[in-house]
């Protein structure tokens, strides 16, 4: 029995040898004609088919890293200055009611003061005057000019001066309530009487000696420059024609002329007004409605500027 397995092993193994040699020699025939052909080649030169063949990728578009050329920076344009002209310039602002115009007109609207007439609120102390119909609506303001010497009063007598007596003291604008009356003065001129003796009225502004500049000053954003009549209240002559002689035409407008040396109450309590100035209250243009016609106002009446 160990004989025969033996035997068989040995077949076995026979067997598989035999086959295993016949697997080899087919695998070195099919494989001759490739050794024979490599023999052939130069040393070191590759087959067609052993060349790595692969395709190389394009290079992804790098960021430029690199800094941008410096431009030379020629030299800078010098800036056009433009110069304000009339087309240019900046309109004024309006200006603003002082407090005590606005305290002057509440106490009209309050008080009925006007008597449904327009009137008219001038402030001394900045040369401003202030237009309101009857119902006490605002219709308008300008500068204006007034007189030369600040105060209150007026000189006794100043109305009946010839102009080159009359010194610079005297030249002053009455503060007080007045009835305005239309009129004219010796040259011809439609005005306003304010105060027919101190022969005060209001009035377009007129270049009587062009060395006062008197257009100028009320064309100035100053009202500093403002005091330079006899008393008069010059008023330009657009706005006394375009806005003035319209609201208040033929009627008797009431003026009420702030004080700048006194209180306010001075203006609308007469009996304050007596203990602070003696007034005769009869006298034309002057407050508290005096009565008169206007054929009483002489033609021939002192022109004061």
């Excluded at 040699?21 to 025939?29: K, R, T």
């Excluded at 006007?114 to 009857?134: E, G, Q, T, Y």
């Excluded at 109305?159 to 007596?165: I, R, V």
């Excluded at 100053?222 to 006394?240: L, M």
């Amino acid at each position: 029995m160990l004989h025969t397995s033996r035997a068989l092993r040995t077949s076995m193994c026979v067997a598989i040898a035999r086959r295993m040699s016949a697997g080899v020699c087919i695998a070195a025939a099919a494989a001759a004609p490739v050794w024979a052909t490599r023999a052939a080649l130069p040393p070191g030169e590759l087959m067609p088919d052993d060349v790595p063949t692969f395709s190389k990728p394009a290079p992804a578009a790098a960021a430029d890293d690199r800094p941008a050329p410096a431009t030379v920076a020629g030299p800078a344009e010098p800036k056009r200055v433009t110069r304000p002209t009339r087309k240019t310039r900046p309109a004024q602002a309006e200006p603003m009611m002082s407090d005590l115009v606005f305290a002057a007109l509440i106490h009209v609207l309050l008080t009925r003061d006007n008597r449904s007439a327009p009137f008219v609120i001038i402030d001394k102390r900045n040369a401003h005057m202030w237009l309101f119909d009857a119902r006490g609506g605002s219709r308008g303001n300008s500068p204006v000019l007034l007189g030369l010497a600040r105060g209150d009063d007026t000189a006794p007598g100043v109305g009946d001066k010839p102009l080159a007596h009359i010194r610079d003291d005297e030249r002053t604008t009455p503060a007080g309530r007045f009835v305005a009356e239309p009129g004219r003065n010796a040259r011809g001129d439609d005005v306003f009487w304010v105060d027919y003796d101190a022969a005060v009225s209001i009035h377009r502004v007129h270049a009587v000696n062009r060395g006062e500049r008197r257009t100028q000053r009320l064309a100035s954003r100053s009202a500093a420059d403002n005091r330079i009549s006899y008393g008069c209240i010059n008023v330009p002559i657009a706005f006394y024609d375009g806005t003035l002689l319209p609201l208040v035409g033929g009627q008797r407008p009431v003026v009420y002329l702030l004080p700048e040396t006194r209180p306010l109450d001075t203006l609308f309590n007469p009996a304050t007004k007596a203990v602070a100035q003696q007034v005769p209250s009869s006298r034309k243009g002057t407050s508290w409605w005096p009565r008169f016609s206007t054929a009483s106002v002489s033609s021939s009446r002192l022109i004061m500027w």
